[in-house]
Each structure stands twice: as structure tokens, then as C-alpha cells.
């Protein structure tokens, strides 16, 4: 079954970086785009990040523009979320998703506090 894991949250102070990882299994992960997303509590989800099949092209939300930096690896069957210049703002539950033959499917999330 189509599994994603996210991992590399934590608290990071303001201006800090983090790198967050997704590891996907149960599907041919070469052939299929992915997205971080991000939800704050009292805020709907936000799409924060897109990266195509073989990565060859991204796109982000405009929140994130510069600063965030989506990539994957295909051997490793993972993507990542390269986060730079954090302000409270990013402080939020990301997940990354994906939709694989009909159905969307969501990671457990994981925690990003920016905080001093």
C-alpha cells in the first residue's frame, strides 16, 4: 500500500533552516509528481511546494518563493523541503502528499516550530 513518511521537523529559531524528507513507498515513485503542503492551526492547507517527475520543474507558493527548495531523490525514493530564512510564520504541520491511481494520499505530517 501507498505509504509516505515524513521526517526532519522540529523547533528552529527564526532566520534558521531545515530540511524536511518524505520516504514513499508502495508505488513507482519515479512516475509521479509530489507536494508539501502545510496547515497552521485556525488556517486552511496550504500548498507550499510542487516538484514533477524526475524534477524538472517546481513550483511554490509565493509565501515561500526564494526560500523554500523542493528536490527528490528516485533512487531513494524521497523528497525533500529545504527551508531557509524561517519566521514564525512557517510554524506548521507539513505533509507531503501525492495521488497515485485515483486516490490522494497524505503523510503523517511533521511538526515545524520557528521560534526563539
Known amino acids: 500500500q501507498v505509504q509516505l513518511v515524513e521526517s526532519g521537523g522540529g523547533l528552529v529559531q527564526p532566520g534558521g533552516s531545515l530540511t524536511l524528507s518524505c520516504l514513499a513507498s508502495?508505488?513507482?515513485?519515479?512516475?509521479?509528481?509530489m507536494c508539501w503542503y502545510r496547515r497552521t492551526p485556525g488556517k486552511q492547507r496550504e500548498l507550499v511546494a510542487y516538484i514533477s517527475t524526475g524534477g524538472s520543474r517546481t513550483n511554490y507558493a509565493d509565501s515561500v518563493k526564494g526560500r523554500f527548495t523542493a528536490s527528490r531523490d528516485d533512487a531513494k525514493n524521497t523528497v525533500y523541503l529545504q527551508m531557509s530564512s524561517l519566521t514564525p510564520a512557517d510554524t506548521a504541520v507539513y505533509f507531503c502528499q501525492t495521488y497515485v491511481r485515483g486516490t490522494n494520499y497524505w503523510g503523517q505530517g511533521t511538526q515545524v516550530t520557528v521560534s526563539s
Open positions: 508502495g508505488f513507482t515513485f519515479s512516475n509521479y509528481g
